[in-house]
C-alpha cells in the first residue's frame, strides 16, 4: 500500500513537472517569436541558427520566416527521434511548432512600435530571442535548428568543440545577410547574437554562480577570520597530506 502511494505520488510531481516544462517551453517561444518580429525584422536585422536563416528567406522571397523554421526543422526532428533523447525531441517538436507558429501570428508587430533606432531594436530583440531560447531550454527542451544539431554532434564528438560551429554558421549566416541587407544590419546583428547568447547562457546557468576555492596557508586562521570578518562567508577546514607526509589544513569556501 505504501509503495502505490509513493509511486502515486511520484507520477503526481512527475506530470507537474511535465506541464510546467510545456508551458515554458511554449512561453519562451512565445517571447522570441516577439523578440524578432517587434524588434529584429523591424530594424531589418535577422538572428542566428536557423531562425535567422529564416528571417533571410523572408526578406528574400517574402515567405514568411515561420514556415521556413517548421521545414527545417523537419529533418532535425527526425534525426533528433533516431539519434537522442526522446523526451527532448518530444519537447522540442512542441518548441519547433510553437516558434513556427507564433512567429506566423506575431508578424503585425512590426509595426506597432514607431522606434527607428537600430541599436534599441538589436539590444531589445537580442534580449527577447536569448531569453525565450534560454527559457526553452533550461526547460528540457528547444527551439529546433542548430540546438539539435549541438546535441547530435556533442552525443558522437564529445571533445568537439560546438562553440566554433555556431560561431561558423552564425558567421556565414551574417555575410549572406550583409550581400542582402548591407554592412550595418550584419555589424548590428552581430551584436544581438552576442546579446542573446549571454542571456541564454544567464538563464539557463543562473543569474549568479558560485566559486570554490581551496586555500593552502601557513596563515590559516588569519585568512579564516579575515573571510568571516569582512566577507561574511563561511569557512570549512579540511585535513590535507603533502605528498611527503606532512599534514597541512585546507581552507574550503564557497
Known sequence: MKKMEVN???????????????????GGCLISAVGVNMFLINAKLFGSGLSGIAILVQYALNF?????????????????YNKL??????????GTLSL??????TQSLT???SVHDP???????????????????????SEGGMDIVVMLVKKNYDSF????????????????????NGITPALYTFMSIYIGGVITDKIIHGLSRNKVLLIIT???????????????????????????????????CI
Open 8 to 26: 502515486m505520488e511520484i507520477n503526481t510531481i512527475s506530470t507537474k513537472q511535465n506541464i510546467k516544462n510545456v508551458i515554458f517551453i511554449i
Open 64 to 80: 514568411p520566416a515561420g514556415y521556413t523554421v517548421l521545414v527545417g526543422n523537419i529533418p532535425l526532428l527526425l534525426l533528433s
Open 85 to 94: 533523447n526522446k523526451r527532448f525531441t518530444i519537447y522540442s517538436t512542441l
Open 100 to 105: 513556427s507558429l507564433f512567429l506566423v501570428l
Open 111 to 113: 509595426s506597432v512600435i
Open 119 to 141: 541599436l534599441l531594436l538589436c539590444v531589445y530583440g537580442g534580449i527577447l530571442t536569448g531569453a525565450g531560447h534560454g527559457i526553452a531550454y533550461a526547460n528540457h527542451g
Open 161 to 180: 568543440n560546438v562553440g566554433q560551429l555556431g560561431f561558423f554558421v552564425n558567421c556565414v549566416i551574417v555575410f549572406v545577410g550583409l550581400l542582402l
Open 218 to 252: 601557513d596563515k590559516e586562521q588569519e585568512v579564516c577570520n579575515y573571510i568571516a570578518e569582512y566577507k561574511y562567508h563561511g569557512v570549512t577546514i579540511l585535513d590535507g597530506k603533502a605528498l611527503k607526509g606532512n599534514k597541512r589544513n585546507i581552507i574550503y
